[in-house]
């Protein structure tokens, strides 16, 4: 693919002005996950937030749930900032269009890099053991990602068109935070259980942490059934991105 | 047309005049037609309903839905190696629009737009430039983006830095250049994209002269070796210099196409209402109504010799008179004129009232002002002057953009490129002779 090259330059580029225009650099990469582990720990320990056992000590399970949840949801708001980030330079020349996409993969890439400098350390600070099949989760990461590219593929071109989009995502994404587990364990019955299982984003972000913790996935089932709702989403949403981009940039000022 | 070719090493398809013909054109515009809506709220739903349409591929494109016009209508054009076309139109007549379906960026509703080879469109200097970054790295940025692979920018990297004169500031981050630099910069990127078709629109504003002087040089560099254009323009020196050919666009339809001059010459035509006419060097100036008048109206402009009779033609070396006819609707007190004489877009000469402290005090009524030229320094050749009356150094009264005309030669013009007045004197004999400055 000719836009490989451009996605790579792209990402070089981008990646290079964020951190050139900032102090703490990688630090912002940690920050939200420790964050998040510190106020829900508290909570928990005050027991004003109850949520059952965990595998792993509860802060460790938070960072390393929540790093895996900014990772998805980088991954959907990606798509759509790729292309309002591009716009000028959509509006002028003819380039591969998936080359923002893929570069705006690479930097999620990046940033969960950065993010496993983090994980690492939890584990060894926590004395967690890990298991073999830990070899198996980024191919479990990889189906997530995909799964979040595939939504915001698929909304970037309306986004582009209608700013309602972009807002609307944030919200959608605070309230999805609570539908998936990442802040409790997997919830075993009543009818948020229910919910909570129909999430594709579920079984995709549970089968990370399982194959790190227990060594095994819990619910191959639900697992494969999301992988494929995310390849074949990815599929749908590259083509619909091909397709409508002409017709968004018309509506772009040159 | 090429009959030979001499680098060609696979000479397995004989080369035939009609394949030759074919392979030259680079650009085939075929019945383009491109809409668009005026109103922004519907034009976004209609691009919403244009996407799933597409996808369902049940879009009916040749129907104008409420609130949507033409932007473009049946528009053809075929471009072949080394040849320059220039598109020329009043403001919103569809020229900008052409020029993105051409690189691609929008499809037509309607019609093909065929490009071969790589389109470099010198509209979008320096698109993707980070600030932050430095000028080496957003080289390599912006020339991926304009599709070409890293080799290819490692081998030209040195020659465009040389081209956009950046020396030293080339490791400084891009918002610390001055505006001139970043534009030479974005400037030397595209054109060492080495690309088949350019898409130049409007002026060409690098820089200072002496970097504009190099842009042409190079541009014209490129056209010899055989890069076609597109230009967009709205000066009919620049397209006339440049381009064989034009194409006149009105209101998103090509009204006329060919030769460069004929149609410009149609442009101007319909430009001043189709009412100015020219014979024998005068240029007579439709009426205006008061309410097109801005105070001052232009009525006849015409060369005329020294006893008053107009002259079809210039002759360097000879006398002229400027005759410059208006009718003030009202009584201006200062009153500046501003004369250019130019050639191929240059400005060769250029006469202000106000440089030569010739300001005018007019009452309500006819006037003419004369100016007189005691020799034509000029060479021969053809030429446009640019007339403009305003009322102090800004507010323009009227204007006339182009009153063509031709110099020629007196017969003692050969090689010079303008005619210096002279007299010759041969002195003989001791006395005559300054012997002093001979000797010292």
Known sequence: MASRELAWRLLVRDINTQYRQSLLGIFWAFVPPIAAALGLTLASNANVLNVGATAIPYPAYVMFSMALWQTFTEAVVGPIQAVAAAKPMLAKINFPREAIILSQLGQVGFNFGIKLILIIGLFLWFKIPIAWTVILAPVALLHLIALGTAVGLLLAPIAALYEDVTRGLTLATGVWLFFTPVIYPLPQEGSFAQIVRLNPATPLLSAVRDLAILGRVTDPQSFWLASGVAGLGLLLAWLVYRVALPFVIERMSA | ?440
């Open chain 2, 1 to 440: 047309m090429k009959s030979l070719s001499s680098n060609g090493s696979n000479g397995s398809k004989p080369p035939s005049e009609i394949t030759s013909a074919s392979s030259d054109v680079v650009l085939s515009v075929q019945g383009v037609s491109k809409k668009f809506c005026r109103s922004l709220k519907r034009s976004l739903f209609y691009g919403i309903q244009d996407i799933g349409s597409e996808l369902t591929g049940k879009r009916k494109s040749d129907v104008l839905r409420p609130n949507e016009f033409w932007a473009l209508k049946d528009v053809n054009l075929t471009l072949r190696r080394g040849e320059g076309l220039g598109l020329i139109g009043v403001n919103g007549s569809g020229k900008t629009t052409l020029l993105r379906i051409i690189s691609g960026l929008i499809k037509p509703d309607a019609g093909t737009a065929r490009v071969r080879g790589r389109v470099a469109p010198l509209i979008a200097l320096g698109a993707g430039f980070s600030p932050v970054l430095t000028g080496r790295e957003n080289i390599y940025a912006n020339m991926s983006i304009l599709g070409l692979s890293t080799q290819e920018i490692e081998d030209r990297f040195q020659a465009v830095v040389d081209f956009a004169e950046i020396g030293e500031a080339i490791d400084a981050p891009v918002q610390t250049y001055s505006s001139g630099m970043g534009a030479r910069l974005g400037f030397a990127c595209a054109i060492h994209t080495d690309p088949e078709i350019l898409l130049i629109d409007e002026v060409l504003a690098v820089g200072d002269i002496q970097f504009l002087g190099k842009c042409h040089r190079r541009l014209h560099q490129l056209r010899e070796q055989g890069t076609a254009f597109v230009l967009v323009s709205h000066n009919p020196q620049a397209i006339l210099s440049m381009c064989q050919d034009a194409i006149y666009l009105h209101k998103g339809h090509g009204v006329a196409t060919g030769n460069a001059e004929t149609v410009m010459a149609q442009y101007e035509a319909d430009l001043f209402s189709g009412n100015v006419s020219k014979t024998a060097g005068v240029m007579q100036f439709p009426r205006k109504s008061r309410s097109e008048s801005l105070g001052l109206d232009l009525v006849t402009l015409s060369f005329k010799n020294p006893s008053g009779q107009a002259l079809e033609t210039l002759t360097s070396g000879d006398p002229a008179r400027i005759c410059i006819q208006f009718f003030a609707q009202v009584a201006i007190a200062t009153l500046n004129l501003r004369i250019s004489l130019m050639k191929e877009g240059q400005t060769i000469v250029y006469m202000g009232g106000s440089n030569d402290k010739q300001v005018f005090n007019v009452s309500v009524g006819y006037h003419e002002i004369q100016v007189d030229l005691p020799q034509v320094g000029l060479a021969p050749g053809t030429y446009t002057m640019r007339v403009d009356m305003r009322k102090d150094a800004l507010f323009i009264l009227d204007i006339c953009e182009s009153f063509h005309f031709t110099v020629e030669s007196n017969g003692s013009m050969s090689k010079s490129i303008y005619y210096q007045p002279r007299t010759w004197k041969l002195l003989s004999g001791d006395r005559e002779v300054d012997r002093d400055a001979i000797r010292s």
